[in-house]
C-alpha cells in the first residue's frame, strides 16, 4: 500500500499563499482535503478525462468538477459555443432568444416540468423551489433526509451530507434556531418514519424534498417503493413533493430520474450538468404551480445572471450533444464493469469494501453492504479511504476528497482509462 509523497512543490507554495487570504485557503471546504490530509492539488486545464496540475502532472479525473462534466473536460462543441456567446456579449441582464430555446428543451425532456425558471447554482433552484412550495401552500413545514445535502440555506443545514458530512459537522454556526424550527428530519429510505411523521404534523407540511439518489452521503440509492412512498405521501397530506436532481437529473439519461423511473414530482430542481460546466441551474414543475412565481404571482425570485447567455449557450451545447450522441449505454457498461470487477478484488471479498453504481455514477465505499441511509454511511473506515485517495493520487487518479462524494465516469473516460484504473486500485 502506497504512502502519499510530495510531488507537487508548486501546489505547496500556492496553498500557503492561498491560506493567507482566503479562509482555509479555498473557496469550497469539501477542496481543502479535510478528511484525507494533504495539500490540495492545483488545477490548470482540463482536456478530455484528464487535468493538468499546476505542476505539469495529468491526472485521470473520476471527480469531473463534482459532477457537471459528463461530456469531460473543455468538449469542443460546449467550449465553441461559449466562445461564440462570449463574443457577442457575456451578460445583458435582459431576456435572450436562446433562453427560451433552453427552457423549451429542458420542458420537452422533462414532462413534469410544465415551466421552468433558471438560476445560478443548485442551492438557488432548491431556495427557490422550498420557498414557492410555503408561498404555494401556506404551509411552513418542510420534511427532509439525514446525509442529503441541499444546498448551503441556512434551514437545510441540517442533518445534511457532502461537505458538512466530510468535514464531521452536523450542521453549521451561525443558523439561528429559529431557521431551522420548520425541518423535519427523517432517516434517507425510512418509508415508516415519513408515515409517522406526517401522521402527527402532515397538515403543516409544505414540501417533502428528497434526492431521488442520494449522492451526498456516497452514492445510495433508494430502496424499492421509497420514493413512490413519498408520492404517495406527499399528494395525501396536500404537500409537495421536490426532487433535488441538480446531481442525478442528466446523468443516468437525457432526462431525469423522476422521469426514468415513472414518479412524477411536483418540483424539480436542477444544476450541475444543465451548465456544461457554468454556473447554471433551474427549476421547474406544474405550471399551477411556478405561476405563483413573481412576476405573475406573489412568490418572490430574481437574479441579474439567470439565464446568461454564456452559461446558456454551454448549457444547450451539452444537452444537444448528449441527446445527438447518446453516451448513457456505454457509461452504464463501463460502471457495471467497474462494479462487478471491484467485487472480484481482495478488498471487496472480505466484506468490508464493496462498490455502489448507477450508470456513470460510483462509490467504493469502506464500510460493509448495504448502506441505505447516513448512519450506515457513516460507520465506513474514512480513514482507509483517505489511504486509497491518496494511493490512487499517486498512480495518477483523481477522486473526489471524502469517502462521501460520488465518482464519475464521462463520455470522455476510455476502456483503456478504466483499466488504468482498475490497475492502481490492485495495487492498494
Not at 501546489?11 to 471546504?29: E, H, M
Not at 466530510?166 to 418509508?191: K, R, W
Not at 444547450?316 to 467497474?338: C, D, F, M, S, V
Not at 450508470?359 to 482507509?384: M, S, V, W, Y
Request: a neutral charge.
Amino acid at each position: 500500500m502506497s504512502q502519499s509523497i510530495n510531488l507537487e512543490p508548486k501546489t505547496d507554495s500556492l496553498f500557503k499563499r492561498a491560506c493567507q487570504v482566503i479562509p482555509g485557503g479555498v473557496n469550497s471546504p469539501v477542496r481543502a482535503f479535510g478528511s484525507v490530509g494533504g495539500t490540495p492539488v492545483y488545477m490548470t486545464a482540463g482536456h478530455g478525462a484528464r487535468l493538468t496540475t499546476a505542476d505539469g502532472r495529468s491526472l485521470l479525473d473520476f471527480c469531473g468538477s463534482w459532477g457537471p462534466l459528463i461530456l469531460g473536460h473543455a468538449h469542443p462543441r460546449v467550449v465553441e459555443a461559449v466562445h461564440r456567446a462570449a463574443a457577442k456579449g457575456l451578460t445583458f441582464g435582459a431576456c435572450t432568444p436562446a433562453e427560451v430555446e433552453f427552457a423549451e428543451l429542458l420542458c420537452g425532456l422533462v414532462p413534469s416540468m410544465e415551466k421552468v425558471r433558471l438560476v445560478n447554482s443548485g442551492t438557488e433552484a432548491v431556495m427557490s423551489a422550498i420557498r414557492l412550495a410555503r408561498g404555494f401552500t401556506g404551509r411552513t413545514k418542510i420534511l427532509k433526509f439525514d446525509g442529503c445535502y441541499h444546498g448551503h440555506a441556512d434551514y437545510l443545514l441540517v442533518s445534511a451530507g457532502s461537505g458538512l458530512l466530510t468535514g464531521g459537522i452536523t450542521s453549521s454556526a451561525g443558523v439561528p434556531a429559529s431557521a431551522v424550527a420548520e425541518v423535519l428530519v427523517a432517516p434517507y429510505n425510512d418509508a415508516t418514519a415519513v408515515e409517522s411523521i406526517l401522521a402527527a404534523q402532515g397538515a403543516e407540511l409544505a414540501a417533502i424534498i428528497v434526492e431521488p439518489i442520494a449522492g451526498n452521503m456516497g452514492l445510495v440509492p433508494p430502496q424499492p417503493g421509497f420514493l413512490a412512498t413519498l408520492r404517495k405521501a406527499a399528494t395525501a397530506c396536500g404537500a409537495l413533493l421536490i426532487f433535488d436532481e441538480v446531481i442525478t437529473g442528466f446523468r443516468l439519461a437525457p432526462t431525469t430520474v423522476g422521469t426514468l423511473w415513472n414518479i412524477q414530482p411536483d418540483l424539480t430542481c436542477l444544476g450541475k450538468i444543465i451548465g456544461g460546466g457554468m454556473p447554471m441551474g433551474a427549476f421547474g414543475g406544474r405550471a399551477e404551480v411556478m405561476d405563483r412565481l413573481a412576476p405573475l404571482g406573489p412568490v418572490y425570485q430574481a437574479g441579474t445572471l439567470s439565464g446568461n447567455p454564456v452559461a446558456i449557450a454551454a448549457g444547450l451545447a451539452t444537452l444537444q450533444t448528449l441527446i445527438a450522441e447518446n453516451p448513457y449505454p456505454t457509461l452504464e457498461r463501463r460502471g457495471k464493469h467497474l462494479a462487478e470487477t471491484f467485487a472480484n478484488l481482495a478488498i471487496c471479498r472480505n466484506g468490508s469494501t464493496h462498490c455502489t453504481q448507477l450508470g456513470g455514477l460510483f462509490t467504493l465505499f469502506f464500510g460493509a453492504p448495504p448502506i441505505r441511509n447516513l448512519a450506515e454511511a457513516k460507520q465506513c473506515d474514512t480513514r482507509q479511504y483517505a489511504r486509497f485517495f491518496h494511493h490512487m493520487l499517486n498512480r495518477g487518479i483523481y477522486l473526489p476528497p471524502s469517502q462521501f462524494e460520488v465518482c464519475f465516469i464521462s463520455a470522455a473516460h476510455t476502456d483503456e482509462d478504466l483499466a488504468q484504473f482498475l490497475s492502481a486500485v490492485l495495487d492498494f
